[in-house]
Every structure is written in structure tokens, then in C-alpha cells.
């Protein structure tokens, strides 16, 4: 083999090599769990619980409704960074709303508590 030749392999490899690892890093999503307590500290069952960015600005609306499970928890997942309005209800009950920062690749936790 001659010189030129194996530079090229090399330059081939190379590429191909940054082209694997490149799409296979893949960012994850953000997640946000949710838990929900009434005003005894006790979890909550069937809980209404919206996460969205009605009170941001463009370019997206998100939105995200789910219902607490046994634990009072609520799970959700979100592609991009971005800061959300929760709110939760149960029935006519509404608990104070809060907001939650979300960031790809990371696990955002709120407990909210009916008073």
C-alpha cells in the first residue's frame, strides 16, 4: 500500500467513525415528576395535573395533562428546555399553581399540596 492510500482509509475511517458517534448521542428529554399531597401530607389519587406554556412566549405551546397515580405522582417528558405553569386540580379543589424549569437530560421534581 502506498502512502496516499492509506491516508485515505484513514480519513474514511475517520469520518465515519464522527458520523457513528455523532448520531448516536442523541439528547434525552427533560422530565418532570409531579407529586401531589393533600393539606395531611397524604398522596393524592386522580389528580388532574396540566403542565403548559400558555403564560410563555412563541415560538411553542406545550402542553402536558396527566392524572396522579396511587403514589400522587405524575410523570412527563419534554424534548427542549422550557419553563412551564403547573396546575392541579381534583374535582372542584384547585391547588396553588407553581411553575417548573425544565432542562433536557434531567429530572425535574415539584411537589404540590392542596391547603
Request: proline residues 6%; glycine residues 6%.
Amino acid at each position: 500500500m502506498n502512502n496516499k492510500s492509506i491516508l485515505l482509509t484513514a480519513f474514511v475511517i475517520g469520518i465515519f467513525s464522527v458520523l457513528v458517534s455523532t448520531s448516536c448521542n442523541k439528547e434525552k428529554p427533560g422530565k418532570a415528576v409531579i407529586t401531589v399531597l393533600d393539606s395531611l401530607n397524604q398522596p393524592v389519587y386522580g389528580a388532574t395535573v396540566n403542565l403548559n406554556s400558555d403564560n410563555n412566549p412563541e415560538p411553542g405551546i406545550v402542553k402536558d395533562k396527566k392524572v396522579s397515580d396511587n403514589n400522587g405522582k405524575t410523570y412527563h417528558e419534554f424534548p427542549l428546555e422550557c419553563i412551564l405553569r403547573v396546575e392541579v386540580s381534583k374535582g372542584v379543589l384547585e391547588a396553588p399553581k407553581s411553575n417548573i424549569h425544565i432542562i433536557p437530560g434531567e429530572t425535574a421534581e415539584l411537589t404540590i399540596k392542596f391547603k
